[in-house]
């Protein structure tokens, strides 16, 4: 039995081939890599009934996964997070059929999880022994955890203001942690520098192909927990917009496998902080790729990204699904955190509550109405903002340099 379907890999701007079996990072134009697979060899060999009897995690989907060999994962358990009804806050709203993705139960707490479990088996793979990552903490925690597992060298480049407990959480993986007086953008400066400075492995953010892969493995779940049926609306808190993304992908996918109606598609919404809302302003402007932001700043720092590299496939998912973009105030964000908690008893995360907030608006504009089924994604464990003592990491100022970031 072949375990991976993987074909090639394809530029997502100028569809330039790559093959799946070297380490490849950005196409030579400059932008991401996507993952093909040979979904006609899939359709006629897999069937839905299939998953029944396989493992209760990501990995059963792993003809539409990029590891091609079972010997390479590196697995903690992720994936098949619950889909919950959320009946009280929902009736609040007038969103009878209200549910969330609760990605707060992964082994890192965060649906980085499953970025981390792909890029790093792919990674071990690949033959990567070290890499290095800019982060604003959770897909950091995730990557190092798994990396530690693996025995690959991890790197971690985040801004200072990150949560402390994420913070920790990186340091205790042993992973070489260091801090940047700056945002995401001016750790992301850092990494590619020491990249090219060490050889080292950039997993930043669709600069390498497989993250996604793993993130997209949420639409599989959230239609597979449907009975294969498509939800009207999917709202996902947006900065890198990875996870929006594979979710797209993913429903595509199963579209062309038959496994879903192929004439319909989840409409995409991504919620932004109205202190750094890039995709918002894009799409409110009917573009394809967003502006830097400047002086970006949020209570849902997982959402702080001023620029993300994939806008534009962000966009894409977005006016390709008569979807929709929105921006929300931290104030509002923190009510609505609160108000699940004491409703819900889910102690979501300020990302998680951002979508139940954009719910909320969307639902009081009549954009979405009571008879749609609409899937928000709760990306992490509200937990991990709660402050504890710092460790003792050097800062980066944001023009300088790590001079020596890995024994040579």
């Known amino acids: 039995m072949t375990f991976s379907h993987i074909s090639h890999l394809s530029c997502a701007k100028c569809s330039f081939v790559y ?8 196409c030579r134009c400059g932008s991401p890599l ?64 209200l549910l969330m993705k ?20 792919k990674a071990k ?14 897909a950091g925690a995730a990557w190092s955890l798994y990396a530690a597992k693996a025995g690959i060298e991890a790197v971690i480049v985040m801004p200072v203001a990150a949560p402390p407990f994420i913070r920790s959480e990186v340091a205790a993986t042993g992973s070489r942690l260091f801090f940047v007086d700056g945002l995401i ?22 600069k390498e192909p497989y993250r996604i892969e793993g993130k997209k493995t949420m639409g599989y779940e959230i239609a597979e927990m449907m009975d294969w049926q498509v939800p009207d609306v999917i709202i996902y808190p947006a900065g890198g917009g990875v996870g929006l993304i594979g979710i797209y992908k993913a429903f595509r996918e199963l579209q062309q496998l038959g496994w879903v109606d192929q004439g319909k598609m989840p409409r995409l919404v991504a919620v932004q902080s109205e202190g750094c809302a890039p995709i918002v302003k894009a799409w409110q402007e009917g573009k394809m790729e967003s502006e830097l932001w400047r002086d970006s700043k949020t209570v849902a720092f997982g959402i702080n990204v001023p ?3 994939g806008d534009f496939l962000v966009l894409k998912a977005i006016y390709e699904t008569n979807g929709f973009a929105l921006s929300v105030n931290d104030e509002e964000i923190l009510e609505e955190q609160k108000r699940i908690v004491q409703t819900e008893g889910a102690f979501v995360c300020p990302e998680g509550a951002a979508t139940f907030l954009a719910a909320r608006k969307l639902g009081n504009a009549g954009v ?41």
């Open 34 to 97: 996507l993952v093909n697979y040979d979904l006609s060899s899939i359709s006629m060999k897999v069937k839905r009934a299939h998953l029944l009897n396989r493992s209760n995690d990501l990995w059963r989907y792993h003809e539409l996964l990029p590891v091609q060999h079972p010997d390479n994962i590196v697995s903690l358990g992720e994936g098949m997070t619950p889909l919950l009804p959320m009946k009280k806050i929902g009736q609040e709203m007038g969103l009878p059929r």
């Open 19 to 26: 093959k799946p079996d070297e380490v490849h990072q950005l």
């Open 368 to 408: 979405i109405d009571q008879k749609d089924t609409v899937v928000t994604v709760n990306t992490g464990m509200g937990l991990k903002y709660l402050h504890v003592d710092e460790q003792n990491t050097p800062v980066l100022q944001r023009d300088g340099y790590i001079k020596s970031l890995i024994d040579e």
């Open 102 to 121: 609760d990605e707060s139960l992964t082994p890192t707490g965060t649906f980085k999880a499953r970025g981390a479990a792909l890029g790093v088996s």
């Open 185 to 206: 953008s001016d750790a992301g400066k850092m990494a590619a520098k020491a990249a090219a400075d060490f050889h080292l492995y950039d997993a930043s953010t669709l």
């Open 307 to 309: 620029k993300a590299l």
């Open 125 to 138: 793979e690949l033959g990567v022994k070290a890499f290095v990552m800019p982060t604003n903490g959770n």
